[in-house]
């Protein structure tokens, strides 16, 4: 399950990334850029999402012994 967690943040870290290339600085929420935008901030969610499910098997494992 860990091995999981970790290419699933490696494939969302990858997704802030393509994300990142696509934007345009002069019009952030305009066509394409907008798309990215909102797929950097999924991504970053995400992200977060699998750092504190990892934290919390640690958490869980460690009180079970």
Do not use: P, W
């Amino acid at each position: 399950m860990k091995v999981f967690i970790y290419i699933l943040m490696a494939l969302s870290f990858a997704l802030i990334i393509f994300n990142a290339t696509k934007l345009e600085f002069d019009n952030l929420l305009v066509g394409d850029s907008s798309v990215a935008v909102f797929g950097i901030l999924a991504g970053m969610c995400s992200f977060i999402l699998l750092g504190i499910l990892l934290i919390s098997k640690k958490i869980a494992s460690k009180v079970k012994r």
